[in-house]
């Protein structure tokens, strides 16, 4: 649906903002560097996806729901984007070390979701954790897992769309073929 493009946009962008800023202080220069503009670029999407939200919000019951219906859809994918826990990633270890990543997975995690819950309050949607919840002792929010075999499953082709995409993208050679 159309709120699926500003969900996308305000929970992937604003995902790869929290990923992305602190590499901008990566010890790889190059890298570094590239970063910045990255970050300009993802924040345009961020905002854009967040503003059509705010423009569904304030119209029909339809459209409202529409939105809901996309963050309930979108809201697990962007915190298996920050990788797996850090008791189970291979390479954060390493990449810290070297000073190439700068905070671990599980944090960046925990920043996206303190950023996102007061913009999803602002939104007027519901996040779709029941364990979501403020945690006064740590001052930060409490959430739960995300599933890490769904993951494994679409990394390994067997995604819910995996066979329509395949499909399309076969259709399209073979029927592209004659160019």
Not at 72 to 91: A, H, I, K, Q, V
Request: charged share 25%; net charge negative; hydrophobic share 35%.
């Amino acid at each position: 649906s159309f709120a699926d493009v500003g969900v996308i946009g305000w929970f992937v962008d604003g995902a790869a903002i929290c990923n992305q800023v602190p590499l901008c202080r990566s010890s790889y220069g190059p890298y570094a560097r590239s970063m910045v503009r990255i970050c300009k670029e993802e924040s345009f999407h961020q905002r854009q996806g967040y503003e059509l939200l705010l423009t569904m919000m304030r119209g029909t019951d339809a459209q409202r729901a529409m939105v809901q219906d996309a963050v309930d859809r979108w809201w697990w994918p962007p915190l298996m984007m920050f990788g797996p826990p850090d008791d189970n990633s291979p390479n954060s270890a390493q990449s810290m070390a070297w000073k190439i990543k700068r905070h671990s997975n599980d944090e960046l995690r925990q920043r996206f979701v303190d950023m996102t819950v007061p913009q999803a309050e602002k939104l007027g949607v519901v996040l779709p954790d029941p364990e979501l919840r403020w945690n006064e002792e740590r001052g930060r929010h409490d959430f739960g897992t995300p599933d890490w075999d769904e993951l494994m499953r679409v990394i390994k082709g067997d995604g819910p769309c995996n066979a329509e995409r395949i499909s399309r993208r076969r259709t399209a050679h073979e029927e592209g073929a004659w160019v």
